[in-house]
């Protein structure tokens, strides 16, 4: 586990591999050995596989209340000069997967590629920070994984979990929906993945995705949920791999 310092903060990563670097974003509450520590050793062969801890997340400090998109970006960012990842591939999950698709809209000339796996384009109705409810600890229990809640006892203490949830719930429910022409000047190589079991709506939205770029492709995987790289993970390094042996240089 290696750590650089950004806006006051420690945060931590690991990288395993060598070649072509590849940067993996976490989902929400998740951790960087939770989401891609199979995925890293599957591509270690060929590439350089780096995975950090967000901030708040796992072994990373946290500020309340700094979980903004952008700030996230700029710690990645900062990752990318601070390992000399040069253009890396961007994997992101769900809110990972939002993080590295606007890190590629506002700094178009870094990623190589994205691989997005059930990513989110933002929402329709989007509200005010002020007016979004703030779901409760039972409702959040009631939904989300244990063994995601228990990622960041050992740093944080065992509530971090809900203090996160809540605040990046906030900020969903805040996300505008981002722009289709916006979309259609990225121009890396985008490979979208999602389970057919997904939401429907992210679904939906990587359909839109395809429809208003040209360089982007979708892989469902059949069977497989929202977290398609953890329940069906053989066929999804395989798509992966795949990818990144066409786009890699």
């Known amino acids: 586990m290696s ?26 509450s998740g951790s960087g050995a939770y989401d891609w520590a199979q995925l890293a050793d599957a591509l270690s062969g060929t590439h350089r596989v780096v995975i ?3 901030r708040g997340h796992g072994k990373s400090d946290h500020r309340k209340g700094e ?26 999950f769900s809110f ?36 979004a409810e703030v779901p409760s600890r039972d409702r959040l229990e009631r939904g989300w994984p244990r063994e ?35 979309l259609a000047v990225l121009t890396c190589p985008i490979l979208l993945i999602h389970g057919s079991s997904d939401d429907p709506r992210r679904i939906r939205q990587a359909q839109l995705f395809v429809g208003a770029n040209a360089n982007a492709r979708i892989v469902e995987i059949n069977g497989g949920a929202h977290a398609v790289h953890k329940d069906h993970p053989d066929e999804v390094h395989r798509v992966v791999a795949d990818f990144l042996s066409e786009v890699s240089p």
Not at 5 to 25: A, M, N
Not at 109 to 120: E, F, K, Q, R, T
Not at 152 to 167: A, C, I, N, S
């Open 3 to 28: 750590t650089y310092d950004h806006d006051g903060l420690r945060l931590h990563y690991e990288t395993v591999g060598s070649g072509p670097g590849v940067l993996c974003v976490h989902g929400a």
């Open 52 to 54: 950090p801890d967000l």
């Open 67 to 92: 979980l903004a998109l952008e700030l996230i970006e700029e710690d990645l960012r900062a990752l990318v000069q601070h390992e000399d990842l040069g253009n890396p591939h961007l994997i992101g």
């Open 96 to 131: 990972g997967a939002e993080v590295a698709l606007r890190l590629a809209l506002h700094h178009a000339d870094l990623p190589a590629s994205l691989v997005l796996i059930s990513p989110g384009l933002g929402t329709t109705k989007s509200v005010d920070a002020a007016k």
């Open 148 to 182: 995601l809640r228990d990622l960041h006892t050992e740093r944080h203490g065992p509530d971090h979990w809900v203090e996160v949830m809540q605040e990046l719930w906030v900020r969903h429910a805040e996300r505008v929906f981002i722009p289709l022409e916006d």
